[in-house]
């Protein structure tokens, strides 16, 4: 059975901040039907692109059983975790500005697929690896914290 290390970062800013992430860790668990092989540390950073409470963040790997192809899983992923951030209260559509920047806001949990092993997949919904990873430390310290070295090779420009 071939398997592939999908990195992904998850944060929240309101409420029971590490609740959250636990709670969002357990539902994973279940919808991926096994559990994390990597967690890197909880971190808490100032909200990125808006004005809010503080973010509490971390990364996780999870070794998944390849099922079709990388834009076929990866995609069945994403629709796992948006119905996870969905049932823990997530309820905003993403918004975007006049010049089409992303409007963030306040969430109790976000979900977001950081690395799909080494591979480059592109869908109308979904760009792996995740563009804004260089940008954002509090998803680059935890991410290599739990990397491995053939990501880091495969992907260098996200962990200088």
């Known amino acids: ?59 996780v790997l999870y070794r998944l059983v390849v099922q079709g192809t990388p834009e076929e899983h990866a995609t069945w992923i994403l629709r796992q975790v948006k119905a996870i951030e969905k049932a ?28 799909y092993g080494t591979e480059i997949v592109h869908t109308d919904e979904l760009t792996i690896p995740h563009p804004l990873i260089a940008q954002r430390d509090f998803v680059k310290k935890p991410l290599l914290e739990i990397s491995k070295p053939k990501v880091r090779e495969a992907f260098p420009e996200l962990f200088e």
């Open 88 to 115: 823990m209260g997530r309820t905003e559509e993403a918004l975007f500005d006049a010049e089409g920047k992303r409007i963030y806001q306040n969430r109790p949990i976000d979900i977001d697929i950081l690395l």
């Open 1 to 59: 059975m071939e398997r592939v290390d999908v990195f992904l970062g998850l944060g929240s800013n309101v409420g029971e901040r590490e609740l959250a992430l636990l709670r969002a860790m357990n539902l994973m668990d279940e919808a991926f039907g096994t559990h994390p092989e990597r967690i890197s540390r909880i971190v808490e950073t100032p909200s990125w692109g808006f004005e809010g409470p503080d973010f509490l963040n971390m990364c």
